[in-house]
């Protein structure tokens, strides 16, 4: 298994296609939302007659990426039509892609929706870019498009992106104590005052016409056009008196974030992605992890979330539980035969059904993947059956007295018809999860493929190996039993004389 690994891409839950695409689109920082509207409107135009599109609708002043709300983002979310009357996912995002270029007044993400709900907003990978120095702002916003740049030429990957970015326009708002002292006004009530007016503050309800209506206290909008529109507001003082902002705040324009996220409780980038062409997240965590090491300095360092975390997590859990359950059914059949010998020839016949399972995925292009491996562990049982079932009358044809060779012959004969039955009905229920379309094809394909593939290869050599398995270990058990074997026609068996009936035979 950890041979095959090398060459058969990993991953953890695959890329569905669910009938939608979700577009994340930013436009320059400080852009309004009539701005953003716009290049919103371009797109609707440009995914209304793609093909395979069924219809389109936009939100502008929202990040899709990590929910911020901004007048310089928005989103698209494109629903398709059926699967059987268009192309797959994959080949519309590349089309809309393309198309979307002459689009040059914002930056536009196209990706599918998560696979699990809960995980992230977005399919692909996501990593975290952590600042563990202290550092300021510019410095992990540098740190980070260093190592977006990096990422962007591994072929690996595809569409690197982040939405950090420290340089939106914003006002600095600096606060006189000792002027707001001498004028009687509260620090904390004149902020919260200014809050009130310029962000809105819900205060209570009123019922009209059968309905609730919220009532929501903010100033008029002809008072909060402009930054410097601020210093006219009042707010009232200890004594019941108004008192201008404008004597005892001042505005500095400065640049900075419109949202600061942390991750571990450290300042954090988060960093967006998908895998290229013909490689898989397995591929791309290997890579972006060899890429941290080789470019970022000391202080810095990533951490995975999202789904991409589960994978990482998860890491090699498939290897330990297949290797209990070998383990398992090991000591299972020990104990039936009395031998720690024979049931190596149930345990050896596996891994053929393993090698057939891996050349199928890799015929038809697909990964090792959550669910190929729990198709892996259900061969054990499925493939074990089949070895079990020659051994077991093997053993049986043994006792009677026959050789351990004619033992081994008679058990493949008369277990051949039984073990082909099955197989080939096993292998023939699972075409359709071979050939799946639509929703969850995926992993339909996935499952499907890795147990057909082991079914069809363990079951062909599995009849001539097991055999010649059972052949060795039995002998080699044979010689290391300290009793000699006994046919059963040769034992004695006697009966101990009954005292309360004399007239009992000995046999």
């Known amino acids: 298994t ?34 953003t509207g716009k290049v919103l409107g371009e797109l609707e135009k440009i995914a209304s007659g793609a093909e395979g599109v069924e219809s389109v609708s936009s939100l502008a002043g929202y990040n899709l990426m990590n929910d911020i709300a901004g007048a310089s983002y928005g989103m698209v979310m494109i629903n398709l039509k059926p699967w059987d009357k268009r192309k797959k996912v994959n080949e519309i995002i590349a089309s809309l892609s393309e198309k979307s270029k002459q689009v040059k007044d914002a930056s536009i993400q196209f990706f599918a929706p998560p696979t699990v709900p809960g995980f992230g907003n977005a399919g692909g990978f996501e990593v975290r870019l952590l600042n563990k120095t202290g550092d300021d702002i510019l410095q992990t916003a540098e740190q980070t498009k260093r190592f977006i740049d990096e990422l962007s030429k591994c072929k690996e990957l595809v569409n690197v992106v982040t939405s ?46 059968g309905q609730i209506y919220k009532v929501m206290l903010q100033s008029a909008p002809e008072y909060r056009r402009k930054p410097e529109d601020l210093l006219d507001l009042y707010v009232k003082n200890n004594k019941g008196a108004m008192v201008p902002y404008s004597t005892f705040i001042k505005l500095e324009r400065v640049y900075g974030p419109e949202q600061l996220t942390r991750y571990n409780m450290y300042l954090s980038s988060m960093i967006n992605g998908d895998a290229a062409k013909g490689y898989s997240s397995g591929d791309v965590i290997k890579t972006v992890e060899k890429k941290a090491k080789e470019i970022l300095p000391r202080g810095y360092s990533i951490e995975w979330s999202g789904m991409s975390r589960e994978e990482v997590l998860s890491g090699n859990q498939a290897i330990f539980i297949f290797i209990i359950c070998l383990i398992f059914v090991y000591l299972l059949l020990a104990a039936q035969y009395e031998s720690f010998l024979l049931p190596l020839a149930v345990i050896l016949s596996l891994p053929t059904g393993i090698f057939g399972s891996y050349l199928l995925l890799k015929i038809t292009g697909l990964e090792n993947n959550i669910y190929a491996q729990v198709a892996l562990i259900m061969l054990i049982g499925l493939l074990g059956k089949n070895a079990i079932l020659i051994v077991e009358y093997a053993v049986l044809v043994r006792k009677k007295g026959h050789t351990i060779l004619q033992s081994a012959i008679e058990g493949a004969l008369l277990r051949l018809r039984p073990i082909l ?19 969850g094809a995926v992993g339909n394909r996935s499952i499907g493929t890795a147990a057909a593939g082991g079914m069809i290869t363990g079951t062909l050599f599995g009849v001539i190996l097991i055999p010649g398995l059972y052949l060795i270990f039995a002998t080699i058990d044979e010689r290391f039993k300290k009793n000699k074997f006994t046919p059963l026609q040769d034992l004695k068996i006697t009966h101990t004389k009954n005292h309360a009936n004399e007239n009992d035979d000995k046999l």
């Open 2 to 35: 950890w041979g095959l690994n090398s060459i058969l891409p990993t991953g953890f839950i695959p890329a569905e296609d669910q009938g939608m695409i979700y577009v994340n689109v930013t436009t320059p920082a400080g852009s309004t939302m009539e701005r």
């Open 164 to 209: 950090f970015n420290p340089y939106f326009p914003q006002y600095m708002i600096h606060l006189d104590q000792e002027i707001a002292a001498k004028k009687g006004v509260n620090p904390e009530t004149a902020l919260n005052t200014l809050k009130t007016l310029l962000g809105s503050y819900y205060t209570t309800n009123f019922v009209r016409f």
């Open 421 to 439: 039955m099955t197989s080939l009905a096993f292998i023939a229920g699972l075409i359709p999860l071979c050939i799946a379309n639509g929703a």
